[in-house]
C-alpha cells in the first residue's frame, strides 16, 4: 500500500505529530544535527507516548515503509529515501536510583538533564562530551566517554532496556530475558525494536578532578609523545583527552582565538586529585594556560565547547592499535602544514583500562585499540569543500598503517557501515539476531545493509 494511503488517517489519530513532504515545518523536522546530511525521509514522525509508537509502527508495517528512529539527529548517515523518522522527544523518563547506582531514562532524553540531575551527588554519568546528544542514540551505538577508561563503553553500563518490538509487544529485557538482543542493543543500535527507555549504571565519582594543560603547537609532537608515556602507568581512574585546535581566520571568530594553533591536553579523574601523573605531560613543553581543580560532568560540559545547535560539518574518526614515534612525527607535521588548514580540530582519546575487559556482552568494543581520533571540518557558508575533503583524506592514508581492526559505531562517519566495528563471525550474529528480531524489515537498515 502506498505510504501516502497507509499514513493519511494517523494525523487526526496520533496525539503527537505527523509531517509528510510538502507540510509545513516538514523541511525543519527531517533535519540532522549534522546540516552537510541532506535527509530525505518520506514522513517524520512525533509520537506524544507508546499508543502513539505503536499507530506509527502498524501504519509503517502496512504500507512497507521502514522506521528510522533518531532521537536527537545525531549519527544520520544517509538520505532514508523513503523512510519514515522517529523523532522520540516525548519519551523524557528520568528516574535516578542513588542507593544502587542506576538510572532509567527515556529514549528522548538528552544527557546534560542526566548530567545536571546528578551534580554534588557522587554518582557520574557514562556521557560524551556533548551534553545535547540523546541518552540512548549514545549508548545504543557504544559510546565513548569522559569515564571511559574508569567504566567502559556506554554500552557496557546498560543494563536493560524497554524495546517495542516490530511486531508491536512492548517489554523490558535484560541479560537474563533476552541475551542475543541485549548484545546487539549494545552498540548496533535497534536493531531489534524501538527502545522506549534504557536502565544504566552510574559510575561511582565522590571526588572528580580534572586538568587542562594548553601548549604551544609547535610542542605537538613532543606533547603527543608524553601522554603516550602516560598511558603506559596510567591508572583506570584517570581520563585523557587530548585536542589540537587550528582555528581560521574568519570574522565570526573572537580576535583571542582567531587564526591561532594550540594544543589542550585535557584529564578527568575519578578519586581524587593525580596531579603528579602529569609531570612529564607538564614539562613536555611550555605550558602557556593551566587549570587543575576538583570538578564535575558539568563543568566538564560547560567548558567544552561542543556546539548546542545543528551545525554543518565533515570529518574523519579512527581507532588506532598503537601511537609510535613514527606516526606521532608525522601526524605533528602534517597538522603543521598549510594545506592542512581546513581541519581545524583533531581530538585524541586515551584508551585502555575498563575498555579492556568489558563487563558485560555486547556487539561494540574498543578492546583492540589503544586510541581513538576525531579530526572536524566545519563548513563555512560559501566555502568550497575541495580542500577540506583533501586534508581528510590525507589525515585518514597518514594513519592507515596504525589503524585498529575495529572502531565504535558512536564514531563512524556518514557512508561508514558496521562493517568497521565487528569482525565477520559477531556481523554475521548481528545479522541472524535482526532476522529473528524484524523477519519483515520494519526498522531501517542503518549501518548494517540488508
Known sequence: MPLLSAFDSLPGRLDGSLLRAGDDGFDAARRPWNLSIDQLPAAVSAPAGLDDLRLILAAAREAGTPLAVQPS????????????????????????????????????????????????????????????????GYTL???????????????????????????GTHERIDDGSDPEAMWALRGAGGVVGIVTALEIDLVRAPAQWGAALTFDAADTAAVIRAVRDLAAVAPATLNVFVNSMRMPDVPMLPEAIRGKSFLTVQALSADGAADALLDGVRRSGAVQRETTGPTSLAALAAASGEPTEPTAGRGASVALDRLDDATIEALAEFRQAPEQAPIVGIDLRMLGGALDAPRRSGFASLASASWLLHALVPDFPGAPTGPGDASIVGLVDLLAPAVADRTVPTFLTPGQTLERCATESDLDRLRAVRASADPDAVLHEGRLPR
Not at 565513548?144 to 511486531?167: C, E, M, Q
Open 141 to 167: 551505538g557504544g559510546g565513548h566517554s569522559w569515564f571511559s577508561r574508569t567504566a567502559g563503553l556506554g554500552s557496557d553500563n546498560l543494563r536493560a532496556a524497554w524495546v517495542l518490538r516490530p511486531d
Open 73 to 136: 539527529g545525531h549519527g544520520a548517515s544517509g538520505d532514508l529515501s523513503g523512510a519514515v523518522i522517529v523523532r522520540t522527544a516525548a519519551f523524557d523518563r528520568l528516574e535516578i536510583d542513588h542507593d544502587a547506582g542506576v538510572v532509567v531514562v527515556g529514549s528522548g532524553v538528552r544527557w546534560g538533564a542526566v548530567v545536571d540531575a546528578l551534580e554534588g551527588s557522587g554518582w557520574a554519568a557514562p556521557a560524551g562530551t556533548s551534553p545535547v546528544v540523546s541518552v540512548a
